[in-house]
């Protein structure tokens, strides 16, 4: 049995990434959210949920949220772009945004952050 030559570790990392990712929509955005939206943009919002078209993305304050809402097409637009979304098949068909930082969300919960403060006694 001949064994194949070789292969750059970048190809070979590449396979394994795209094997482990979850095949989630919410997967999906988050690995390419700071491609499409950029530094700025990424570093102040982060999208935390996702149900039928429709990602939640939690931002660091209110003044954040109004104003990704008023970009709320065109950021859409771009991460459909980023994703290689075909015309008419958006995987991203709105966004909705709420004010949390990343302490608060699911991801970060599962890192021991953000916990909900103990009740009773």
Do not use: I, Y
């Amino acid at each position: 049995m001949r064994r194949p030559g070789p292969r750059r570790l970048e190809a070979a990392l590449r396979e394994v990434t795209d094997q482990a990712a979850p095949a989630t929509a919410l997967a999906r955005v988050q690995g390419c959210w700071r491609e499409a939206l950029g530094e700025r943009l990424a570093a102040e919002a982060e999208p935390v949920a996702e149900r039928a078209g429709t990602v939640t993305v939690a931002c660091r304050t209110a003044t954040w949220a109004q104003e990704l809402e008023l970009l709320e097409a065109d950021l859409a637009e771009r991460l459909n772009a980023t994703l290689g979304a075909a015309e008419g098949e958006a995987s991203v068909k709105q966004l909705r945004f709420v004010v949390g930082d990343a302490a608060t969300s699911p991801r970060a919960r599962g890192r021991g952050r953000g916990r909900p403060p103990r009740r009773g006694g």
